[in-house]
Nanobody, 128 residues
């Protein structure tokens, strides 16, 4: 069973930076897209960014474009990072890592139903 393990959440002041990590327990042909979603209290879970494991192509939500960077390292395991900068209180949320099958382009996988595996979530809190 493929699992996702997230780490790196925490408390940071507005304007600060934080890096989240997501480790895929094993590489598998079933997974080629990995993404980050977030959910704030009282709001629906929303797409943040994703990356194709094979090609490295990325796609970002408008709200984080230019501030967040998603990257991946393919070794024995695949690890996906979300580097977050210029954080504001509006970025406070539980961040979820997700993994899904191959898609034609990263842009095509920005919905929850595009993903088949989910991590437990990690809390990011930005204080003003």
């Amino acid at each position: 069973q493929v699992q996702l393990v997230e780490s790196g959440g925490g408390l940071v002041q507005a304007g600060g930076s934080l890096r989240l990590s997501c480790t895929l327990s094993r590489r598998t042909f079933e997974i080629d897209t990995m993404g980050w979603f977030r959910q704030s209290p009282g709001k629906e879970r929303e797409f943040v960014a994703n990356i194709k494991v094979s090609s490295g192509s990325t796609y970002y939500a408008d709200s984080v474009k230019g501030r967040f960077t998603i990257s991946r390292v393919n070794a024995k395991n695949t690890v996906v990072y979300l580097q977050m900068a210029s954080l504001g209180p509006e970025d406070t949320a539980v961040y979820f890592c997700a993994a899904g099958p191959w898609v034609d382009s990263a842009r095509a996988a920005s919905a929850e139903h595009d993903y088949t595996r989910w991590g437990q979530g990690t809390q990011v809190t930005v204080s003003s």
